[in-house]
């Protein structure tokens, strides 16, 4: 709270991700939450996605994200980059797929911020990441984000942010708060950072919406060219 390191260590999400057990329950918990938003983005950017053939979701988890909006665009193939447990845990739900979503959804174990990524995007989501890693990371993350898109190409955050005046919602800033245990090196977000970001890594034509009422919101912004 107070901005100083303490010397108590916290396990980050790496060190977490990597007992098998604690990454499944932590997957499979979370993937029905991700079935709901996936369907409003796709109903919200309809015409925006119907042109995207490749999608690379990063920090995806269980891929159901991915899997709900390959579903929706038969056009789409989407890589989910996650830790190797969380993977394995989404290879499981993918199996219970149809088979052509089966056949257009690919896992690729790795780091966010680490682990190169794959190029030739025509979009990139980040959805519930932003906040879950240090704050000082995000600049880079967002930098890397942008040389893997093509001319064109959507970067999608997707997270829980407050508004820019900080007034609220209420929820969203609790959730922040108690989220500062895993990540004690992150921060508050909101569309204006968020934003701020993509312009400072290139993108343009940055846009904000309420995606579920009162606690998280999307940004979405374009690679030009």
């Not at 920090?59 to 909006?69: D, H, V």
């Not at 704050?135 to 064109?152: H, I, K, Q, T």
């Not at 993509?198 to 846009?207: D, H, N, T």
Request: net charge negative; glycine share 12%.
């Amino acid at each position: 709270m107070k901005g100083e390191e303490s010397e108590q260590k916290f396990e980050d999400y790496q060190q977490w991700m990597s007992d098998p057990n604690e990454a499944r329950i932590y997957t499979e918990s979370q993937h029905s939450g991700s079935i709901g938003p996936a369907i409003t983005l796709a109903r919200k950017e309809t015409e925006r996605l119907a042109n995207v053939r490749s999608l690379l979701d990063v920090g995806g988890g269980s891929g159901g994200f991915s899997m709900t909006l390959a579903a929706q665009f038969p056009q789409m193939s989407c890589t989910v980059m996650d830790f190797e447990n969380v993977c394995a845990v989404g290879e499981d739900f993918l199996a219970k797929a149809d088979a052509d979503v089966g056949g257009r959804v690919r896992f690729m174990p790795g780091n966010a911020l680490t682990s190169q990524l794959p190029g030739g995007q025509d979009a990139i989501l980040l959805s519930y990441l932003c906040g879950s890693v240090p704050a000082d990371a995000l600049p880079a993350l967002f930098d890397r984000c942008y040389e893997a898109l093509n001319p064109g190409g959507l970067l999608i955050v997707h997270d829980f942010m407050v508004e820019n005046s900080l007034d609220g919602p209420k929820l969203t800033a609790l959730w922040a708060l108690q989220h500062m245990i895993f990540v004690p090196g992150g921060v508050g977000l909101t569309p204006g950072l968020v934003g701020g970001l993509m312009l400072e890594a290139g993108l343009s034509q940055v846009e904000t919406a309420e995606h579920i009422p009162d606690m998280t919101k999307r940004v979405i912004g374009v690679k030009s060219g």
